[in-house]
C-alpha cells in the first residue's frame, strides 16, 4: 500500500483571507469552495482546507512548504513588499534573517490567523529532491 496524504483541514478566523493569503505567497490558485471550505491544492495533489471556526478555539499548527530557489525568491520579495514580519527560526529569535539550514534557504512568517509558515529550498537533513 502506498500512503499519501491527501487534505488537511487548516483552522481560521477567515478562510477566505487566509486562503487567499497562502495563495498569493505560493503562487496558487484558490480552490472553489466545498461546502464550509475553501481548498488550495499543492503541486503534489496535497489539498490544503481552509475552514472558519470561533478565533478563541483556534490552535496554532505549522505548516512548512519546500520550493524551488526561484519559488522562494519571488516568495521572499512578496513577504517583504507586503511588510510581513519573518525570521530565521521558528521560535522568533532572528527577525528579519532567513536561515540557510542544510544548504539551502528558509524563513517563518505567520498567517492572518497566526500559524507558522515556512518556506524551505532543502528538505531538512539536506536531500534536495
Same mark, same amino acid.
Given at each position: 500500500?502506498?500512503?499519501?496524504? #491527501?487534505?488537511?483541514?487548516? /483552522?481560521?478566523?477567515?478562510?477566505?483571507?487566509?486562503?487567499?493569503?497562502?495563495?498569493?505567497?505560493?503562487?496558487?490558485?484558490?480552490?472553489?469552495?466545498?461546502?464550509?471550505?475553501?481548498? *488550495?491544492?499543492?503541486? #503534489?495533489?496535497?489539498?490544503?482546507? &481552509?475552514? #472558519? *471556526?470561533?478565533?478563541?478555539? *483556534?490552535?496554532?499548527?505549522?505548516?512548512?512548504?519546500?520550493?524551488?530557489?526561484?519559488?522562494?525568491?519571488?516568495?521572499?520579495?512578496?513577504?517583504? @513588499?507586503?511588510? *510581513?514580519?519573518? &525570521?530565521?527560526?521558528?521560535?522568533? /529569535? @532572528?527577525?528579519?534573517?532567513? #536561515?540557510?539550514?542544510?544548504?539551502?534557504?528558509?524563513?517563518? &512568517?505567520?498567517?492572518?490567523?497566526?500559524?507558522?509558515?515556512?518556506?524551505?529550498?532543502?528538505?531538512?537533513?539536506? &536531500?534536495? /529532491?
Amino acid at each position: 500500500m502506498t500512503v499519501q496524504l #491527501n487534505h488537511t483541514i487548516v /483552522q481560521c478566523r477567515d478562510h477566505r483571507e487566509s486562503a487567499e493569503f497562502l495563495a498569493y505567497f505560493l503562487d496558487l490558485e484558490v480552490g472553489t469552495p466545498w461546502g464550509p471550505f475553501i481548498p *488550495i491544492e499543492l503541486t #503534489n495533489g496535497v489539498t490544503l482546507d &481552509f475552514a #472558519n *471556526i470561533p478565533a478563541e478555539s *483556534i490552535t496554532p499548527q505549522h505548516y512548512a512548504f519546500l520550493v524551488s530557489e526561484a519559488e522562494f525568491d519571488e516568495a521572499f520579495e512578496k513577504i517583504k @513588499r507586503a511588510r *510581513i514580519t519573518y &525570521f530565521a527560526d521558528p521560535h522568533g /529569535q @532572528r527577525p528579519g534573517e532567513i #536561515n540557510h539550514n542544510d544548504g539551502g534557504r528558509g524563513v517563518y &512568517f505567520e498567517d492572518p490567523s497566526g500559524h507558522g509558515m515556512e518556506l524551505i529550498t532543502v528538505p531538512y537533513g539536506g &536531500f534536495k /529532491q
